[in-house]
Protein backbone atom coordinates (compact mmCIF):
# COMPACT_ATOMS: atom_id res chain seq x y z
CA UNK A 1 0.00 0.00 0.00
CA UNK A 2 1.42 3.54 -1.15
CA UNK A 3 1.51 6.16 1.84
CA UNK A 4 -0.41 7.84 -0.82
CA UNK A 5 -3.74 6.13 0.75
CA UNK A 6 -3.33 6.74 4.38
CA UNK A 7 -5.04 9.64 6.18
CA UNK A 8 -3.57 10.28 9.21
CA UNK A 9 -6.00 11.93 11.53
CA UNK A 10 -5.06 14.63 13.75
CA UNK A 11 -6.81 17.97 15.63
CA UNK A 12 -8.76 19.65 12.19
CA UNK A 13 -12.10 19.83 12.19
CA UNK A 14 -13.66 16.63 10.78
CA UNK A 15 -14.24 17.15 7.69
CA UNK A 16 -11.04 18.16 6.13
CA UNK A 17 -10.08 14.46 6.95
CA UNK A 18 -13.59 13.20 4.81
CA UNK A 19 -12.61 15.98 2.07
CA UNK A 20 -9.03 13.82 2.37
CA UNK A 21 -10.58 10.56 2.34
CA UNK A 22 -13.40 10.95 -0.33
CA UNK A 23 -10.67 12.93 -2.60
CA UNK A 24 -8.01 9.61 -2.67
CA UNK A 25 -11.30 7.15 -3.62
CA UNK A 26 -11.82 9.70 -6.44
CA UNK A 27 -7.84 10.11 -7.67
CA UNK A 28 -8.76 6.00 -8.25
CA UNK A 29 -7.76 4.84 -4.97
CA UNK A 30 -9.49 1.14 -4.17
CA UNK A 31 -8.69 1.53 -0.48
CA UNK A 32 -7.94 3.77 1.76
CA UNK A 33 -6.59 3.39 4.96
CA UNK A 34 -7.40 5.63 8.35
CA UNK A 35 -5.24 6.09 11.02
CA UNK A 36 -5.23 7.99 14.61
CA UNK A 37 -3.38 7.83 18.03
CA UNK A 38 -5.03 8.76 20.91
CA UNK A 39 -8.22 10.90 21.31
CA UNK A 40 -8.04 11.22 17.56
CA UNK A 41 -9.55 8.01 17.31
CA UNK A 42 -12.79 8.73 17.71
CA UNK A 43 -12.68 11.38 14.84
CA UNK A 44 -11.12 8.39 12.63
CA UNK A 45 -14.69 6.60 13.20
CA UNK A 46 -16.53 9.92 12.36
CA UNK A 47 -14.56 10.19 9.52
CA UNK A 48 -15.16 6.74 8.27
CA UNK A 49 -18.87 6.86 8.88
CA UNK A 50 -19.36 10.06 7.72
CA UNK A 51 -17.65 9.24 4.29
CA UNK A 52 -19.65 6.01 4.32
CA UNK A 53 -23.12 7.58 5.00
CA UNK A 54 -22.88 10.87 3.01
CA UNK A 55 -20.55 10.47 -0.04
CA UNK A 56 -19.48 7.33 -1.31
CA UNK A 57 -22.26 4.42 -0.62
CA UNK A 58 -20.37 1.85 -2.82
CA UNK A 59 -17.62 2.32 0.21
CA UNK A 60 -17.36 0.06 3.52
CA UNK A 61 -15.14 -0.55 6.13
CA UNK A 62 -13.20 -3.70 5.38
CA UNK A 63 -11.09 -3.78 8.60
CA UNK A 64 -10.43 -2.19 12.18
CA UNK A 65 -7.44 -2.92 13.68
CA UNK A 66 -6.22 -1.59 17.18
CA UNK A 67 -2.04 -1.75 18.94
CA UNK A 68 -0.40 0.23 21.42
CA UNK A 69 2.31 2.59 20.06
CA UNK A 70 4.97 3.71 22.93
CA UNK A 71 5.08 7.68 22.38
CA UNK A 72 8.20 9.66 23.78
CA UNK A 73 6.83 12.12 25.74
CA UNK A 74 9.96 14.11 27.30
CA UNK A 75 13.68 13.01 27.89
CA UNK A 76 13.84 9.51 28.61
CA UNK A 77 10.13 9.37 29.20
CA UNK A 78 7.77 7.04 27.25
CA UNK A 79 3.99 6.76 27.38
CA UNK A 80 1.60 4.16 25.78
CA UNK A 81 -0.90 5.20 23.52
CA UNK A 82 -3.49 3.02 21.33
CA UNK A 83 -3.77 3.26 17.78
CA UNK A 84 -6.33 2.29 14.97
CA UNK A 85 -6.69 1.94 11.46
CA UNK A 86 -9.42 1.66 9.42
CA UNK A 87 -9.16 0.31 6.37
CA UNK A 88 -11.76 1.28 3.76
CA UNK A 89 -12.33 -0.37 0.61
CA UNK A 90 -14.84 -0.53 -2.38
CA UNK A 91 -17.55 -2.84 -2.46
CA UNK A 92 -17.58 -5.38 -5.19
CA UNK B 1 -25.43 -13.67 23.72
CA UNK B 2 -26.61 -12.23 26.46
CA UNK B 3 -26.30 -8.77 28.36
CA UNK B 4 -24.05 -10.86 30.78
CA UNK B 5 -21.07 -10.60 28.70
CA UNK B 6 -21.37 -6.85 27.66
CA UNK B 7 -19.11 -3.99 29.37
CA UNK B 8 -20.48 -0.12 28.09
CA UNK B 9 -17.92 2.13 28.50
CA UNK B 10 -18.93 5.10 30.50
CA UNK B 11 -17.13 8.38 32.03
CA UNK B 12 -15.57 6.15 35.27
CA UNK B 13 -11.85 5.41 35.05
CA UNK B 14 -10.30 3.49 32.70
CA UNK B 15 -9.73 0.73 34.97
CA UNK B 16 -12.96 0.19 36.16
CA UNK B 17 -13.89 -1.27 32.97
CA UNK B 18 -10.77 -3.31 32.45
CA UNK B 19 -11.61 -5.18 35.87
CA UNK B 20 -15.29 -5.40 34.39
CA UNK B 21 -14.11 -7.33 31.43
CA UNK B 22 -11.45 -9.02 33.62
CA UNK B 23 -13.88 -10.35 35.60
CA UNK B 24 -16.70 -11.05 32.90
CA UNK B 25 -13.76 -13.70 31.16
CA UNK B 26 -12.97 -15.02 34.97
CA UNK B 27 -16.39 -15.85 35.45
CA UNK B 28 -16.63 -17.98 32.55
CA UNK B 29 -17.33 -16.32 29.37
CA UNK B 30 -15.78 -17.01 26.55
CA UNK B 31 -16.65 -13.83 24.81
CA UNK B 32 -16.83 -9.73 26.05
CA UNK B 33 -18.37 -7.39 24.18
CA UNK B 34 -17.34 -4.04 24.93
CA UNK B 35 -19.52 -1.34 23.63
CA UNK B 36 -18.99 2.63 23.37
CA UNK B 37 -20.36 5.80 21.82
CA UNK B 38 -19.10 9.27 21.01
CA UNK B 39 -15.60 10.08 22.97
CA UNK B 40 -15.52 7.11 24.82
CA UNK B 41 -15.02 5.32 22.00
CA UNK B 42 -10.88 6.29 22.49
CA UNK B 43 -11.50 4.40 26.34
CA UNK B 44 -13.04 1.07 24.81
CA UNK B 45 -10.12 0.93 22.85
CA UNK B 46 -8.05 1.26 25.54
CA UNK B 47 -10.03 -1.03 27.82
CA UNK B 48 -9.30 -3.73 25.16
CA UNK B 49 -5.91 -3.20 24.56
CA UNK B 50 -4.99 -2.94 28.17
CA UNK B 51 -7.03 -6.33 29.05
CA UNK B 52 -5.06 -8.01 26.78
CA UNK B 53 -1.49 -6.39 27.58
CA UNK B 54 -1.41 -6.44 31.45
CA UNK B 55 -4.22 -8.66 32.62
CA UNK B 56 -5.25 -11.38 30.14
CA UNK B 57 -2.52 -12.44 27.35
CA UNK B 58 -4.93 -15.16 25.98
CA UNK B 59 -7.58 -13.28 24.91
CA UNK B 60 -7.40 -11.25 21.61
CA UNK B 61 -9.78 -9.01 19.30
CA UNK B 62 -12.01 -11.10 17.64
CA UNK B 63 -13.78 -8.04 15.79
CA UNK B 64 -14.04 -4.58 15.24
CA UNK B 65 -17.69 -3.03 14.35
CA UNK B 66 -18.76 0.41 13.82
CA UNK B 67 -22.02 2.01 13.16
CA UNK B 68 -24.13 5.47 13.70
CA UNK B 69 -27.00 5.61 16.23
CA UNK B 70 -29.40 8.94 16.16
CA UNK B 71 -29.13 10.02 19.70
CA UNK B 72 -31.89 12.28 20.72
CA UNK B 73 -30.55 15.90 22.52
CA UNK B 74 -33.63 17.26 23.59
CA UNK B 75 -37.05 17.83 22.47
CA UNK B 76 -37.40 16.27 18.51
CA UNK B 77 -33.66 17.15 18.56
CA UNK B 78 -31.28 14.68 17.06
CA UNK B 79 -27.60 14.08 16.79
CA UNK B 80 -25.72 11.24 14.87
CA UNK B 81 -23.03 9.81 17.25
CA UNK B 82 -20.56 7.35 16.30
CA UNK B 83 -20.88 4.15 17.74
CA UNK B 84 -18.27 0.81 18.07
CA UNK B 85 -18.16 -2.60 19.71
CA UNK B 86 -15.01 -4.23 20.22
CA UNK B 87 -15.30 -8.51 20.15
CA UNK B 88 -12.93 -10.11 22.68
CA UNK B 89 -12.23 -13.97 23.18
CA UNK B 90 -10.45 -15.94 24.44
CA UNK B 91 -7.44 -17.54 21.96
CA UNK B 92 -8.34 -21.29 21.10
Given at each position: MSPDNVVFIGKKPTMNYVLAVVTQFNSGNSTVNIKARGKAIVRAVDVALITQR?????????DINIWTEEMSVGEDEWTNVSSMEIVMTIKE
Open positions: RFLQNVVVE
